[in-house]
Structure formats: C-alpha cells, structure tokens
C-alpha cells in the first residue's frame, strides 16, 4: 500500500473532463489498496476565477502545501494542474527535493490567447517551466505526446483515459420530445470549445447542447432553435446522450475529450476534427467520423453503426488508466523524510 497525494486545481463541484479522470483515478487506486489524499480547493480561501465565476481558485501557499504533504506524508506526489494549487505544491516539492510528476490536461496557453493576446511562446514558456523538474509529464494521447515533445517538453509518458460503461449505456436512452436527428454537445459552455462551429451549421433535427458556462446567454440568444440543457449528471447524463443520433465536438484545443468515449458507450458515433484529442480516438467509419468540415463529419458519422460505437468503449476502462497512471508515479520514501531517493515503482 502506498500512500499517493493529488493536487489539482479542478475538482468537485466543477463539471469536466479533469474532474471526471481524476475522480475515477482516485477510486481505481484505493480499490488497489491504495491511500489517496486529493489536495483541492476546498481546502483553501477561493476567490471566483475572473471570467469563470464558477471555478474557484485556491488562495493557497508553499508552506501551507507543505504542512499538508508533511502531515500526509505520502510516498508519491501528482500535481494535475496549472493552477494556484499546482504551483504551490510544486515549489513545496523542490523546496524538499521531493520528486513529483504532473499532467498535461488543458492547453492553457491558447485558452488564454483566446482571450488576451498574449504569444503562444510567451504562454508555453511558462507552462513548459511548470513541467520542466517533474518527473514524468503524463498525457492522453500519442498526438499530444508529439506536439508536447515538439515544444521541448521533457518526459513524457501515456496516460490514457475511460468510460463506466454500465453508467453510459444505450438502454439509458430518454426521449427529450424533440425533432429528430438530435446532434449533441456536451462540455462546457465555453468560447475555447468552438461550440458556435457546431451551432452554425445547417442541419436537419435539432441541436442539444448540455451543459453550462460564461458563454450560455450568448449562445443561447443567437441561437434559439437549439435546446440548451444546461448540466446534467449521472443517469440523466447518460440519457441525454443515448437520445442522440451523433455527438459532435467541436473543440481544436481539447487534449482529450472524455465525453467522446462516454457517446460512444451509449453507443452514439462522434463528429469532429482530425486535430489532436479527436484524431486518437475516433476513427471513421468505426465510432464516429473526423472532417475539417464539420457538416460533412457529422453527416458521415450519423451513418456508422452503433453496435461498432459501443464495442469501441468497451476496450476503454477506468481501471487500466489507474494502472497506468500509478505506474507512471515516482514511489519514493514519505513527504517529510530526510531520504528521497528513488524508489522501484511497484
């Protein structure tokens, strides 16, 4: 048994794709056997991230992280994001020479040039600093993988992702009493999501979008054919996403995408863009249909089978990511102690 600490500045209540990994990786791992303290903002005065009220960031400090690493005195340490908490537990890690690995989930640099324009140089230098003396760098995709190596990112290693595919399943399916063909997205409402690609297009049915963000009122007053759900969980989730012919995802900057795997456990094919998340995941003609137009993505995806959609999850699992990620950690003796040499991960 070994005692694992995570840090990340994403967590619960948030709805998204880090949370959803890291919740899942969190139970995988104590079904090891594992200990798992999860370091989050709940733990710390917040304050409301500017633009995106409903993240909060930490008001945290390195001796703050320190007492709490040294009071759980973990074996390994795993800092999941960027944030305020990311680098505070980073500094605590070097100040004890404690060795740590990290993972790349979002591409903050061009979410932030979408915003302010600030060089993406600028931006990957920073974060490239955040990720320079860990360890390993974890990422979801072989695509990501490159493009992280391109931008001299040093060790890097795989770290995949999976879907519950007894919560999302086809018999969830609910009917939402819409026209059909019923396009779905789901995620965050966001400008970085590029939902108005999806939004703008001609198509037959009815679009559904569930989900919430910064961006909701304005989609929603441009486009008032489409259903917004806002957020759903769980079994209401599963059933918003059955109920549709394809999910489309329209994201260029995603790493991953777990949604994409939560369609297609519905058995429901994806469209998108043969850009990095998409492009290791969806295949065509086998869960989904990748196009640099997306009209024609989501016309062909709409044609795969769903049988072939649902046998494509099932190969994807939330206990071998787990492994994979412990395997990926740095096992060495306890926060705190005067010898942190490497240990053999076990």
Known sequence: MNKIAIVTDAWHPQINGVVTTLTQTVKHLENMGHRVKVINPQLFRSIPCPSYPEIRLALAWTHQLKKLLAEFAPNAVHIATEGPLGWAARSACLNKKFPYTTSYHTRFPEYIKIRIPIPLSWSYTVVRKFHKQATRVMVATPALRDELSQRNFPNTAPWSRGVNTELFQPDTRIDLGVEGPVQVYVGRVAVEKNIEAFLSLDLPGTKVIVGDGPARKELERKYPEALFAGYRRGKELAGYIANADVMVFPSLTDTFGVVMLEANGCGVPVAAYPVTGPINVVKNGVNGW?????????????????????????????????????????????????????????
């Open 290 to 346: 990748l196009d640099q137009d997306l009209q024609i993505a989501v016309h062909k995806a709409m044609e795969v089978s769903r049988e072939s959609c649902r046998n494509t999850a099932l190969q994807y699992s939330w206990k071998a990511c787990s492994e994979q990620f412990f395997h990926n950690l740095e096992i060495v003796e306890p926060f705190g102690s005067s010898n942190h040499a490497s240990a053999a991960n076990a």
